[in-house]
């Protein structure tokens, strides 16, 4: 009868020390939420929630890191963000009059040991404004033409614009172009190369394929071919098919990875330096010879004598003889002063 009494004894232990113990699960301490998309000008809720706290608050912050509320006290002060619902397992904020600039990731922390984090991605959508169509000036003879240019902004994504002829839409076959980002790009740079497709409708696929290389570079539905960090082995001839249910068209672009930016050495820095340095001592001392000069002009002629000094019939005298400039030379010209 031991054996089996001591059975469920052993199952219990075992139970209460497993990993997977409901007691000691970390799961219940990492809170959760939701990517949330909205329109331009509407309203959006973040909702995080935990299910075990900690005896912790939960905290909101935007994309910049700044915090939007702990708990139930509010840290930002932006009258578009209110308060839903603050509880120890839940924090839910609200956002109003959403704008393209709150677009981002916003983060809802936990100060547990260690901090546990988690993400939710806010998609603003912008509505197109009302098409606006320019180009057309006056009536237009037979066989005459005209291009007619129609925009729409405001819109995120970007609006797919079609043309329509009473009741019918009109299709014409795609073209596209390849602008690089920056323009002139050099070794160490990120490149992006955009494939620009133009068509009724929209081009949707984009191939990019290198002159000599084998297989295709990228399909995407995306139209940028991205050059993290460029080598000079990146230079070449870039082909982008972009295509649409009405046919495809090919744009070409010759890449030619320039040389880094120069960037100064030390040593031609250190020579510039101590030439500035001389240039300016010689620059003060031409001033200083300048001055000197002045002034010895201007004193010519003049000078101290102890011409009586130690002379048997004046003794203990100090002469000054000052000998004007333009003078005559004479007995009569010479004055003396004793002291």
């Known amino acids: 009868m031991g054996a089996p009494s001591a059975l469920p004894l052993l199952l219990l232990f075992a139970y209460c020390w497993a990993p997977g113990g409901t007691n000691l699960s970390q799961d219940d301490s990492q809170p959760w939420t939701s990517d949330e998309t909205v329109v331009a000008g509407g309203t959006v809720v973040l909702k995080c929630q935990v299910k075990d706290h900690e005896d912790s608050s939960l905290q909101w912050s935007n994309p910049a890191q700044q915090t939007l509320y702990f708990g139930e006290k509010r840290a930002l002060r932006d009258n578009r963000i209110q308060l839903v619902r603050s509880t120890p397992h839940e924090l839910s904020i609200s956002i109003s009059n959403v704008a393209l600039a709150d677009e981002g990731e916003y983060t809802c922390s936990i100060f547990t040991m260690p901090v546990r984090t988690a993400k939710s991605l806010v998609t603003v959508l912008g509505i197109p404004q009302k098409p606006i169509i320019t180009g057309y000036k006056s009536s237009l003879r037979e066989k005459e033409t005209t291009t007619l240019n129609c925009q729409s902004s405001g819109s995120k994504p970007a609006a797919q614009l079609s043309w329509r002829k009473g009741e019918k839409e009109l299709h014409d076959t795609p073209t596209a172009k390849i602008r690089p980002d920056p323009p002139h790009p050099r070794e160490g740079q990120k490149l992006l190369l955009h494939c620009e497709g133009r068509g009724n ?12 290389s084998v ?7 995306e ?72 002034y010895l002009i201007r004193h010519k002629g003049t000078y101290l004598t102890h011409e009586a000094k130690g002379s048997d019939d004046a003794p203990d005298a100090d002469t000054a003889i000052i000998n004007a400039e333009g003078g005559q030379s004479g007995g009569d010209d010479k004055k003396e002063y004793f002291i």
């Open 201 to 212: 409708p929209i081009p949707q696929q984009y191939l990019w394929e290198k002159e000599g």
């Open 223 to 294: 139209s940028a071919l991205i050059f993290p960090f460029l080598n000079k082995s990146d230079s070449g001839t870039y082909g982008c098919t972009a295509t649409s249910n009405m046919g495809s068209y090919k744009a070409y672009y010759t890449l030619n990875v320039n040389d880094p930016s120069p960037v100064p050495s030390s040593s031609s820095t250190y020579h510039a330096i101590i030439g500035g340095i001389v240039a300016f001592i010689v620059f003060l001392l031409l001033i200083l010879l300048i001055f000197l000069g002045h």
């Open 215 to 221: 297989p295709p570079l990228k399909i995407t539905q």
